[in-house]
């Protein structure tokens, strides 16, 4: 039998020595033993060697946890957590999983027209379905995205029925069918999560929010929950404020603009770590912006629209959440036990290193 090798379908999170794996709609807990058995299913090392290894580690005679590991070993082979001894050799051409995490059952969506055109691209290990209304629109972001294109006759049956995970509707016209001034849309399952008057604008926003899953440790950051605000002119590497935010601002961001607040068109933070700056766009994807603007060009400009937070580096001075008098009351609000944000173990400890460095102030999200 092989060494045992772990699939690259499987999702892992460690917190406090156990890891959490998730395949498909699965989850596996696992104790601190089991997570550290896990992390040496990298197929080059035996049951033999890894129980050696362990053994070490906690100081305990050699063979001595041999049967805990194959015992953990044969659970993670009975879950299909590794590659079979087949598939070890081509665990690297393996078929990612769709994207279907987003409410794609919503009541909107069932009554809306289905996209007549779609493109299929992967990030980080999924399949992303994005459908459009027009051909024009879809081979604009093929263009744009060209490198994560998986080509037609390697998407899986599965990619091919799903419902788009991402949607671009572009008024085509100043007055819709039922005489109505129309707004450029990004929809993200059933929601519309970017509205704008300028078709640039839903064009580009796409990219940060495909950026979520993407290499996001190749690009240096990690994601959390919450909203980058600033003083309107800010640019790059001037002060911004993180806000903890409940809900997304579609529909908000005029009131705000109102008020002299920009905002990031972005469905996260993305916090670097290393210099406790904030960086604004689709850190960790490459794409052709040009390709993009140039197609928006084609399409009404639909009034004036607001003006977001430029792409680049921002300090953060301060980090505002409801009910935060200090650095553990304001990440309980960025990531509360109870709510279905799963925040990495290395995205907490890059959040309360920077709540130990900045402001805290008590307020509240922004809602409607």
Known sequence: MSNPRSSPLVHSQFFDGEAVLALGEELHLLNPVASLVWQCCDGESSADQIADDLAEVFGAEPGALKVDVEKAIGEFRSARLLVSDEGALTA?????????EYDLDCESCMEAEPRAFRTVLEFGGLLVVIGFDTEAACTAVEAAFSIYIVRHSDIPTAAHDARPAFSLTLA???????????????YRGGDVVVSGRNASRVLDALAP?????????????????????????????????????AARLTGREQRLAKAGIMVADSPAIWLDPATNEVVVGAPGVSFDSRSLMSHAEGYPQLGADISLLSSGRYPVHAVSARGAHDPLSALLAFAPPSEGWPLAERALEALDALLESVEIIEGDDIRG
């Open 92 to 100: 690297g051409h393996a078929v990612p999983r769709v994207l279907t």
């Open 172 to 186: 085509t016209s100043d007055v819709d069918a039922r005489g109505m001034k129309p707004l450029h849309l990004l």
């Open 209 to 245: 929010y495909l950026a979520l899953h993407g290499d996001l440790s190749g690009a240096g950051v990690v994601a959390i929950p919450g909203l980058v605000v600033a003083k309107a002119g800010t640019n790059p590497g001037e002060p911004v404020m993180l806000l903890q935010a």
